[in-house]
């Protein structure tokens, strides 16, 4: 029972770093809230790695560039695009656009590992593009073809592209390491990768201007939005299995429209209705149609 109250706690908390997002992206630039977010996930990171294996592992040789390429996808360009884009669009939007990511990797997963595309999973991923372009189009997919995709969009789409490489890199590391190891180094790789970046934004010089809420929202994008929900959803993957604990990830789109109505006051459409239904019958469909779904949920 705790299991399961642990993981739709971790998708609410994934919900959550959407409308954290988009307060942060309103006071701090992209880079600067990218390493910042990824400096408070680092320490907690490496605490429990310390805690739980005694020590920081010395990692193989050979694993130092795929970490590097964990750290440089999954921390640097994600995040980056997460808060450039947040910057223009509403959290809700965002939110269901990335919830095409497990949706996106199983497809992905099928042309480079082979792995078998079921009928009930073609139609999984096929309504979950639907349900996308229904909630990206404001209901006219038509408009998509006529350049109404503004740069907010393609900035979260990016997103997308950054975490189907993250989790399809990371299926090469996570038989050699611990998720906890690769996650814990490819987050200290990202964020000495943004540290550049976010000085050439004037990062310390914006940094007294920060207010307590803009703080709070990049504590709880470091903290919850990434360690403790990293944390809880790979013990459900331990306790439950990863086909289904992957079906909570469901909840994260859901959980972010219902979170920025009542906490960013954004306006609930029909359109984004029935996007969230669509998108979340495809993650549904995709998730159950074969054996072994990715465990990449979000971030």
Same mark, same amino acid.
């Given at each position: 029972?705790?299991?399961?109250?642990?993981?739709?706690?971790?998708?609410?908390?994934?919900?959550?770093?959407?409308?954290?997002?988009?307060?942060?992206?309103?006071?701090?630039?992209?880079?600067?809230?990218?390493?910042?977010?990824?400096?408070?996930?680092?320490?907690?990171?490496?605490?429990?790695?310390?805690?739980?294996?005694?020590?920081?592992?010395?990692?193989?040789?050979?694993?130092?560039?795929?970490?590097?390429?964990?750290?440089?996808?999954?921390?640097? &360009?994600?995040?980056?695009?997460?808060?450039?884009?947040?910057?223009?669009?509403?959290?809700?939007?965002?939110?269901?656009?990335?919830?095409?990511?497990?949706?996106?990797?199983?497809?992905?997963?099928?042309?480079?590992?082979?792995?078998?595309?079921?009928?009930?999973?073609?139609?999984?991923?096929?309504?979950?593009?639907?349900?996308?372009?229904?909630?990206?189009?404001?209901?006219?997919?038509?408009?998509?073809?006529?350049?109404?995709?503004?740069?907010?969009?393609?900035?979260?789409?990016?997103?997308?592209?950054?975490?189907?490489?993250?989790?399809?890199?990371?299926?090469?590391?996570?038989?050699?390491?611990?998720?906890?190891?690769?996650?814990?180094?490819?987050?200290?790789?990202?964020?000495?990768?943004?540290?550049?970046?976010?000085?050439?934004?004037?990062?310390?010089?914006?940094?007294?201007?920060?207010?307590?809420?803009?703080?709070?929202?990049?504590?709880?994008?470091?903290?919850?939005?990434?360690?403790?929900?990293?944390?809880?959803?790979?013990?459900?993957?331990?306790?439950?299995?990863?086909?289904?604990?992957?079906?909570?990830?469901?909840?994260?789109?859901?959980?972010?429209?219902?979170? &920025?109505?009542?906490?960013?006051?954004?306006?609930?459409?029909?359109?984004?209705?029935?996007?969230?239904?669509?998108?979340?019958?495809?993650?549904?469909?995709?998730?159950?149609?074969?054996?072994?779904?990715?465990?990449?949920?979000?971030?």
């Amino acid at each position: 029972m705790l299991t399961y109250i642990k993981l739709i706690l971790t998708a609410v908390f994934w919900g959550g770093t959407f409308i954290a997002g988009r307060v942060v992206a309103k006071d701090v630039l992209p880079f600067s809230a990218s390493f910042l977010r990824f400096a408070i996930a680092s320490v907690f990171l490496v605490l429990i790695t310390w805690r739980v294996e005694g020590k920081l592992p010395k990692i193989d040789r050979s694993l130092i560039v795929p970490i590097c390429l964990l750290g440089l996808t999954g921390v640097f &360009a994600y995040n980056a695009f997460f808060f450039k884009g947040l910057q223009s669009i509403d959290a809700g939007r965002a939110a269901l656009i990335i919830a095409l990511n497990p949706v996106m990797i199983s497809f992905f997963s099928s042309i480079l590992f082979k792995e078998e595309l079921t009928p009930i999973k073609i139609i999984g991923i096929l309504l979950s593009v639907i349900g996308a372009m229904t909630v990206i189009s404001r209901g006219n997919p038509l408009h998509l073809f006529q350049g109404h995709l503004g740069w907010g969009e393609m900035n979260i789409f990016g997103c997308v592209l950054s975490w189907v490489s993250f989790s399809l890199i990371g299926k090469s590391v996570l038989g050699k390491i611990s998720p906890l190891v690769s996650i814990c180094y490819s987050s200290l790789a990202g964020t000495a990768a943004l540290m550049i970046p976010a000085l050439l934004e004037g990062l310390w010089s914006f940094l007294p201007s920060y207010s307590g809420i803009t703080w709070l929202g990049l504590f709880y994008l470091g903290f919850f939005g990434t360690v403790l929900g990293f944390v809880w959803y790979y013990e459900g993957i331990k306790k439950i299995g990863p086909t289904r604990a992957g079906l909570f990830i469901n909840v994260v789109p859901l959980s972010a429209v219902v979170l &920025a109505f009542f906490l960013l006051n954004e306006p609930l459409t029909l359109s984004l209705l029935i996007g969230a239904v669509l998108v979340s019958t495809g993650i549904y469909l995709t998730h159950t149609g074969f054996g072994k779904p990715s465990t990449q949920g979000h971030h």
